[in-house]
């Protein structure tokens, strides 16, 4: 008896010490072997941010410039936006061909509130207490799905709307989310709920946008230049102090995380990155983010008149809110459902996961962002036209997400590849558009078949994955 307890304990003790510490040479091993059974990750994006830039360079010599280069965070950071929205519904296998004139249309209300002073007034009657009704409505129903946020966000819109607070730009951005999380809230329920199809159901909703914006802006569009908060998110920038302040911040919190998570792991007996693989890539990353803000904070104008630089405020949004997705979708238990449910959506509802509180809530964040992306969009566009949102600009965020490396298919994808495949999109119209003889039928040739490629390997990945 003492034996065969003492050979249990000694397999016990033999487990626990089994543990991995990943190296340097561990996390190339790791990646070639995800890329070798059909994970490419970030790599197509990484390549294509690489290829366009030799191409465009030698289509003209404007394009690596400091000038040029720093006008990129502000032209694609809508993209940008929008696509990380998409990237929490496309994690489940879902579509929200809606997004981008949700976003439209949320920024068309905020722009009539800030422009005529008072919504209820600038409306017509039938209108306005329609808003107001589709806030109330979204907000019980909310409630009754429990998606907590959602309704705090709604609730905080329509507070903001009856109070008169979105006469005042901040404000009328704060509603224009909480419109957009309102949207996020039916397109969820008809999605999780009434069970149709999702692309079915933002497809319609991606018409019935177009027309109630028409009914915000009144069939006028509205200038947003001269709302200097709102002109600024896209067309200024932070000052040299607060760009290195802003990098600073950034890259000692990313390496204090790493470096405590490592050592936590190790005194704990877990599997944990070693301290030189830690010191290693935290070295990398520090390194990119000091020459970019180099970069950024030299003088980028083309005269004696005025200076330009500074990180732009466009590229630190939309890097607070990549961070900020990163750590909901890693960090926490509702991003650990989502992954599972975009992997196999039964198994996870057999593990006890609310499905459709999942589905729901990503519907509500995809529509959030989508409404804060209509708002970037009309500040790099300078105002809120009548069909603002529509065309290419959802197809456009879609192909973001795809050429980044988020799955058509469910279950994989992160928010940086939003980030990296809006800047392969961006780089497409800014290098075209530095040639004066190249029309704007070769954006769209070169968009689709970028995209196409992106999704073929995302379907061949998939593929080997699935035989492996």
Known sequence: MSTTTGSTAERASEFSLDVERRDVRGAIREWIDRLRGGDPGALPSILGIVVLGIIFSQ??????????????????????????????????????????????????????????????????????WSLLGFLVAALALAVWLRTWSGAAVILIGLVVILANLDKHVFWAIIAAVGIGAAVGVFTGFLVAKVRIPSFVVTLALFLAWQGVLLFALNSQSINTSNFDLWNGLTQKNLSPTWSWVFTIVVLALYV?????????????????????????????????????????????????????????????????????????????????????TGGNAEAARRAGIDVDHVRVSAFILCSSFGAFGGILLASQSFSVSLNLGAGNILLFSVAAAVIGGTSLFGGRGKPRDAVLGALVIVMIPNGLGLKANLGPQYQQVITGVVLLVAASVDAISRRRTAKG
């Open 59 to 128: 289509v003209s010599s404007r394009f690596l410039t400091s000038y040029n280069i720093g006008n990129l965070p502000g032209q694609g950071a809508y993209i940008a936006v929008i696509g990380l929205g998409l990237v929490f519904v496309l994690l489940l296998g879902e579509i929200d061909l809606s997004a981008g004139t949700t976003g439209g249309m949320a920024a068309g209300f905020a722009a009539r509130a800030v422009f005529s002073g008072d919504l209820h007034g600038a409306l017509d009657a039938g209108v306005y």
């Open 256 to 340: 204090g995380y790493t470096l405590i998570k490592s050592i936590t792991a190790q005194r704990a007996g877990l599997a944990a990155d070693t301290l030189q693989l830690v010191v290693v890539r935290g070295g990398v990353v520090s390194a990119i983010g000091i020459v970019l803000t180099v970069l950024a904070n030299r003088n980028r104008s083309s005269n004696q008149y005025g200076r330009i630089e500074g990180i732009p405020w466009a590229a630190v949004i939309v890097v607070v809110l990549m961070i900020a997705c990163s750590i909901g979708l890693s960090k926490t238990q509702w991003g650990r459902h989502l992954y599972a």
